[in-house]
């Protein structure tokens, strides 16, 4: 009775697609949750290019320099502006400054061990100037793997950085 049993037991097959389903469920579900996370990641990358563009037109063409408040605030809020969907306002960091020419654009920044960004100045320039403006971003990611082996500074943080070099344009006709 006892071989029958298992001669029986071992020729079903009713459960094999749910045991099957189980043992790929796991990785399946972290493959899915890494492609959202990592598409979150590029679309807040690509959120962040255009939102600097965005901010380093007013500079290009003098509305920054001729605003009658403050210019900081105004790129500040061009950046907003153009960034609302998945980045946080306050947790941008920038370097706005003229340089003699793009030959000498230093396009390394200088960052401490956390990914902030150290010397930060705000000085839009004048009429024709070269002017470097960067931005960064310190992305957080939440899935504990992904975060290990895509974050570049601690505390999963991905550091998203948009670099734009430009010479403004002659706006002043006075």
Excluded: H
């Excluded at 009775?1 to 094999?16: D, L, V, Y």
């Excluded at 992305?139 to 070099?165: A, C, E, K, W």
Aim: include cysteine; glycine fraction near 6%; proline fraction near 5%.
């Amino acid at each position: 009775m006892n071989i029958k049993f298992f001669r029986q037991w071992r020729g079903c097959q009713e459960g094999t697609t749910a045991i099957e389903f189980s043992l790929l469920a796991v990785p399946f579900m972290f493959f899915i949750v890494a492609i959202i996370e990592l598409s979150l990641m590029f679309v807040a990358d690509s959120l962040l290019q255009g939102s600097v563009n965005d901010a380093s037109r007013l500079i290009r063409t003098g509305q920054v320099q001729q605003t009658g408040g403050d210019p900081q605030a105004m790129f500040q809020q061009a950046l907003c502006d153009s960034a609302v969907a998945l980045l946080n306002c306050n947790n941008f960091q920038y370097d706005v400054m003229p340089i003699a020419d793009f030959a000498n654009a230093d396009l390394n920044p200088v960052l401490d061990v956390n990914g902030n960004l150290l010397n930060q100045q705000f000085d839009p320039g004048g009429v024709s100037d070269v002017i470097l403006i960067r931005v960064t971003y310190r992305y957080p990611l939440m899935t504990p793997l992904i975060g290990q082996l895509f974050s570049n500074y601690p505390n999963n943080i991905r550091l998203l950085i948009s670099t734009i070099v430009l010479q403004t344009e002659p706006y002043d006709f006075g």
